[in-house]
């Protein structure tokens, strides 16, 4: 999947919530429900969100890619912790307004308008997170797996919001008011469980994360399928970043071969490594760092 079909998708999420957000003001207005007001913030993130989004991908995969190829990688790891980090306000501002609910139920009102607009926005917002999944698998980008998060808790959100919006301005009783609040919580909770997700994803790569097992079996793998290409091991470094995989691999080779049998060997490991990580539908960027005899100087790079 190319850049400029991640760019497109969210350029398509963030029209989508934006010509929404208005209706969601309107109704929003129009109706005493907490539960559509704190769709409203919810949604109100969702454009921010995909916004910073929109412009993170558009940075990535501008002109300026070459000039900051892992540096654009940390970069979609801020966009996520700063995303995070605001709908954390929205979660203290919803909560807020939900314990007023509770502490003052009120049978909901006007709520005709929040109807159409959750139904719209849950159906929406299921359509995107199937199509931002999709994409985020083949581009193992965390600002679109970010995304993906988002629809998916904007459809539950909305879609409760709706029904619970449909239940409260049916009946009169006096417990069915404390539902509106109630379902307030519910999108707040889903909320903080996004919040959760992107704090982890972030702050992980952000202090450069080794790769997973899975992913030290398969350099592990293809170094043993070269046993023979070296005659020492030394250290192995992976880190991961921004959807992106980095390898250094420290290898000592045969002290009587010349310049060229040690670059083919390492041309041969790092094809090797790479092909481990293809199989599995995964990018890597593989490093092959000469470990130094007494009379070399030291970390002397082999191009591969």
Known sequence: MSG??????????????ACLFPFYILAATLTNSAAVLTDLLATSFDLTSLTTCWLVLRIAHGREKGRFAYGLGKL??????????????????????????LLNPEHVS???????VT??????????????????????SPVIAAQARVHLVSAVSSGSVFVVTVITSSFSVDWIAYLDPLAS?????????NIFEMLTNSIGSLLDQAIGEAGQLRILRALASHFDDFEELGD?????????????????????WSVGQARAAAAAIRAAV?????????????SIVLIPRAAEPADAPVAA
Do not use: C, P, W
């Not at 979609?76 to 807020?96: H, R, S």
């Not at 006007?110 to 159409?116: F, M, Q, S, T, Y």
């Open 274 to 286: 790479v092909r481990e990580f293809a199989e599995a539908g995964d990018d890597v960027e593989v």
């Open 110 to 116: 006007g709520a005709l308008l929040g109807l159409g």
């Open 76 to 101: 979609e790891n801020l966009a996520e912790l700063m995303i995070a980090v605001l709908q954390v306000v929205l979660v203290v501002i919803a909560g807020t307004r939900a314990i007023h609910g």
């Open 4 to 17: 400029s079909a991640s760019q497109k998708l969210s350029f398509q999420a963030m029209v989508f919530v």
């Open 236 to 256: 192995i470094r992976t880190r991961q970043h921004g959807g992106k995989m980095m390898v250094d691999l420290h290898l000592g080779f045969d002290a009587d």
């Open 185 to 193: 919580f519910v999108v707040i909770a889903l909320m903080i469980y």
């Open 119 to 140: 139904a719209v926005a849950a159906v929406g917002n299921v359509y995107l997170n199937r199509k931002a999944r999709r994409v985020a698998e083949e581009t193992h």
